[in-house]
């Protein structure tokens, strides 16, 4: 497998194939919950909890069950918003059936917090939620109380060409891996996804949940998603972004990626934000939250109750 082409899939799931028979994601979800009542075809908002807000985003193909070790280690001491993406995870497309994902779900997200009235919570973003929540923070840095991103870097594109590559060189990349995705039969899907799945979460017995929100992913969204992702360079933005920040990150899951390599990767990445904190997180893969929660739950809690 072609080097960027591994780091690339450390990063996100490939490809999600599109269920047979998609749940209906107003109602699946875990326990011990409420909807927002907040009207949108893009997301939903599963609200629990008393106090602080904060607001978790879950990555490609994913659900917001990905966060509950986390919302049962915060033991209702904040009011936790997790977003459920249109088309990920057993949620009908919707709004997100045709063209970008990322971008107008960040947006929704911001009119969320204004319309709920939710002062300056803090975000915590994973993968393609971290480059959601990168949009929210530069975009509307008005916003954001806290930002937290979850093994992501702000232009993923850049590991699909060789050094100096743009949003903009990337494009006939992004089209072919957009053309594989979309047009793959389901099959291939399933093949693809459990791979990158298993890849991606270290911890054997935690796979099963991720592995069935790709599942019951609608393909074209997610294919769609994946394409956004790969052509959006948000390095010239991360300079508006106003809330203290911090980067969890993991190894490259790529033998010829060492520690030094990685880090050197993401104090380049996110050069364009200097007050933002990077941390290493050892013996994980791209799951954080599911391969080392003890880490992470730490770094959560100093994250939230940072001044």
Same mark, same amino acid.
């Given at each position: 497998?072609?080097?960027?082409?591994?780091?690339?899939?450390?990063?996100?799931?490939?490809?999600?194939?599109?269920?047979?028979?998609?749940?209906?994601?107003?109602?699946? *979800?875990?326990?011990?919950?409420?909807?927002?009542?907040?009207?949108?075809?893009?997301? *939903?908002?599963?609200?629990?909890?008393?106090?602080?807000?904060?607001?978790?985003?879950?990555?490609?193909?994913?659900?917001?069950?990905?966060?509950?070790?986390?919302?049962?280690?915060?033991?209702?001491?904040?009011?936790?918003?997790? &977003?459920?993406?249109?088309?990920?995870?057993?949620?009908?497309? @919707?709004?997100?059936?045709?063209?970008?994902?990322?971008?107008?779900?960040?947006? @929704?997200?911001?009119?969320?917090?204004?319309?709920?009235?939710?002062?300056?919570?803090?975000?915590?973003?994973?993968?393609?939620?971290?480059?959601?929540?990168?949009?929210?923070?530069?975009?509307?840095?008005?916003?954001?109380?806290?930002?937290?991103?979850?093994?992501?870097?702000?232009?993923?594109?850049?590991?699909?060409?060789?050094?100096?590559?743009?949003?903009?060189?990337?494009?006939?990349?992004?089209?072919?891996?957009?053309?594989?995705?979309?047009?793959?039969?389901?099959?291939?899907?399933?093949?693809?996804?459990?791979?990158?799945?298993?890849?991606?979460?270290?911890?054997?017995?935690?796979?099963?949940?991720?592995?069935?929100?790709?599942?019951?992913?609608?393909?074209?969204?997610?294919?769609?998603?994946?394409?956004?992702?790969?052509?959006?360079?948000?390095?010239?933005?991360?300079?508006?972004?106003?809330?203290?920040?911090?980067?969890?990150?993991?190894?490259?899951?790529?033998?010829?990626?060492?520690?030094? &390599?990685?880090?050197?990767?993401?104090?380049?990445?996110?050069?364009?934000?200097?007050?933002?904190?990077?941390?290493?997180?050892?013996?994980?893969?791209?799951?954080?939250?599911?391969?080392?929660?003890?880490?992470?739950?730490?770094?959560?809690?100093?994250?939230?109750?940072?001044?």
């Amino acid at each position: 497998m072609n080097h960027r082409i591994a780091i690339a899939a450390a990063l996100l799931v490939l490809a999600s194939p599109l269920a047979a028979q998609a749940q209906d994601g107003h109602t699946n *979800h875990a326990h011990g919950h409420a909807h927002a009542a907040f009207a949108s075809d893009r997301i *939903h908002v599963a609200v629990e909890g008393q106090g602080p807000d904060v607001i978790f985003i879950p990555g490609l193909s994913s659900s917001p069950a990905v966060w509950q070790g986390a919302v049962d280690h915060l033991n209702g001491a904040y009011r936790v918003h997790r &977003i459920h993406v249109q088309g990920f995870a057993g949620a009908p497309a @919707e709004g997100n059936a045709a063209g970008p994902v990322a971008a107008p779900v960040a947006e @929704e997200i911001a009119r969320y917090i204004r319309e709920q009235g939710l002062t300056k919570p803090a975000v915590v973003g994973h993968s393609m939620g971290g480059t959601m929540s990168m949009m929210l923070a530069a975009r509307h840095p008005d916003l954001v109380g806290r930002l937290m991103v979850v093994d992501m870097i702000p232009f993923m594109g850049a590991m699909f060409g060789p050094p100096g590559t743009t949003a903009e060189s990337v494009v006939p990349v992004a089209d072919q891996v957009y053309a594989g995705q979309s047009g793959s039969p389901r099959d291939q899907y399933l093949t693809q996804a459990k791979a990158a799945v298993t890849a991606m979460i270290k911890t054997e017995a935690a796979r099963t949940g991720p592995l069935s929100d790709v599942e019951t992913s609608d393909q074209q969204v997610s294919a769609a998603a994946f394409r956004e992702l790969i052509v959006t360079d948000l390095r010239p933005e991360l300079g508006k972004i106003t809330a203290p920040t911090e980067v969890l990150y993991v190894k490259f899951n790529d033998p010829r990626m060492t520690d030094a &390599i990685t880090d050197a990767i993401y104090q380049m990445s996110f050069s364009t934000l200097p007050g933002a904190k990077l941390k290493r997180i050892d013996d994980s893969a791209h799951f954080i939250m599911l391969d080392q929660p003890t880490a992470f739950y730490g770094q959560l809690d100093a994250f939230l109750s940072a001044k």
